[in-house]
């Protein structure tokens, strides 16, 4: 008699996650075909993205941080509107982009907001369905010395050194130049300090040979960075680049230079995320946590 494949594998029963793999193609399809969709489209695509993964997670690892870890996942989205906010408040300083087509008023922020909820929820899923799948012993390599507390406050320093340029400098004559390294100063500043508390640490990673998890967050934050700038291409309320840096090379609509920082924002969210759930002590998902190890998340198993 022919051995069986596990059910899991043909029939991923996800109700949720078919219902986002639907909104997701519908809100995708929507804002391609119409020239004029509404204004709510993109944040009804983006939920659908997030809720979509729960179909392969749930096929492939029979978990997900939608099921596994509820708790995980609202606090994920929770923070993650808060986290987003330093980026606003830094092109609100620079110019970087400006944001059309949406509506006014109380209806303008809850709308904003609701988008914002997406965004960390949409890079860890997507990051914890690919980090088990990297070829991990491909990646390991000669395992390198922990790092020294100087090299940790150095890195710290020039963290907020890469956040503070851009606003302190003159905005036309030098800052809207500087806003790239925002993509890179929450990482530089907040993971160090996840090392040095205990907490999960791209940094202990890559030292340790254990470097599925980086290669995963940057390769996730280059998937979600090249959807979403594809969806905003095409859709008529959207964001307008008009950053003076790299203007003349265009990719989608904004400066080709853009599409390197998707995978350092991967790699920041990250940071970001355990920074404020350890500080706060809220439960992280399991590609979080401090010990994780990507053949935990390998086997198909149902607990968290």
Known sequence: MQDR???????PRSLTGWLGVGTFATGAALTVALDSEPSFTGAVTWTGYVLAWDVPARALRRRSILRSRPDAFVWLAVLSIFLWLPFEWINQRLGLWYQAGQPVGIERQLLLGWSFACVWPALFETAALLAPALPADRLR????????????????????????????APRLDFGEHLGALAAVGFLLLLDPWN???????????????????AVAFALTGGICGLIAETLNHWASAKRHSISALGAGWKLLGFPAWTCL????????AFAMHVFAAGALGLPVPRIARARWRPAEDAAPRDSA
């Open 261 to 268: 920082v998707w995978p350092l924002f991967g790699l920041q």
């Open 195 to 213: 090392l040095a508390a205990g907490r999960a640490s791209l940094w202990r990673d890559w030292t340790s040979g254990n470097r599925s998890r």
């Open 141 to 168: 390599g000669v395992r390198r010395p922990a790092p020294s507390d100087r090299s940790r406050h150095c890195a710290s320093l020039l963290g907020a050194c890469c956040l503070g340029l851009p606003l302190v």
């Open 5 to 11: 494949a596990p059910a899991a594998l043909h029939r």
